[in-house]
């Protein structure tokens, strides 16, 4: 089945730990998203790329970074240096362009002890 | 600027009745889409529709439908007759191609629907 696969469902990491959400899609989808969701804060945008080997910083990006040296991957990395990183990680995928609507995956819960 | 309104943070309804939920947008694009997704408590957004500009007749699918106003910037959507498999947050969402925020998903803040039976 084609779909968004996200990994780990949830994810714990300590004070000052990197960790990396992991996004495989096999839609041949040629955008890739992340999204961080708080309580009552809607989905914003952390970085989205358009294509391979290409990326921007969405309005969060601070305290993460990402690669894609795949088409079909898009993971992120959660850096130390992102103060208050518990949350819900959303990877979506669309074709890109067009106003095509993108899809999402089942998400990453992370929680700092 | 781009920027989506959802002002109902939560709705509580009883099972069959019907409700709306209200989405406003902002662009100064003449070109966009509109789009509504559903999030059930397992954490994955669902589309549900997407709506270009050019486009402003309503929609009805099953028991959802929608209506696009460009006069008034909204989008609305409305559930008949609810049941409570349709308890989750719904959220409305504009895209731009425009520039630099090519592919861009602008999200309002959702809106959690409870239905009760």
């Known amino acids: 089945d084609g779909g968004i696969t996200q990994s780990p469902k949830y994810l714990f990491r300590k004070e000052g730990q990197n960790v990396t959400l992991s996004c495989e899609q096999n839609?041949?989808?040629?955008?890739m998203y992340w999204y961080r969701q708080d309580p009552g804060q809607g989905l914003r945008l952390i970085y989205y790329s358009q294509i391979v080997n290409d990326f921007q910083k969405g309005d969060i990006a601070e305290g993460y970074s990402v690669s894609r040296e795949k088409k079909e991957s898009f993971p992120l990395t959660v850096t130390s240096a992102q103060k208050n990183p518990t949350a819900f990680y959303l990877c979506?995928?669309?074709?890109?362009?067009?106003?095509?609507?993108?899809?999402f995956g089942q998400g990453t819960r992370l929680t700092v002890v | 600027a781009q920027k989506v309104t959802q002002a109902q943070t939560e709705i509580s309804v009883v099972e069959k009745e019907d409700v709306t939920l209200d989405c406003v947008y902002e662009t100064r694009d003449t070109t966009y889409y509109l789009f509504w997704y559903k999030q059930p408590p397992s954490g994955e957004l669902v589309f549900l529709i997407r709506?270009?500009?050019?486009?402003?007749q309503n929609e009805i699918s099953g028991r959802y439908s929608w209506n696009f106003q460009k006069s008034t910037s909204s989008f609305n959507f409305t559930i008949t007759a609810s049941q409570v498999v349709d308890s989750a947050v719904y959220f409305c969402a504009l895209y731009s191609d425009r520039g630099s925020t090519l592919g861009r998903l602008y999200f309002g803040r959702g809106t959690q629907l409870t239905v009760w039976p």
């Open positions: 709506r270009n500009s050019f486009d402003e």
């Open positions: 979506a995928s669309s074709m890109g362009g067009g106003g095509t609507e993108a899809f």
């Open positions: 839609l041949n989808h040629d955008a």
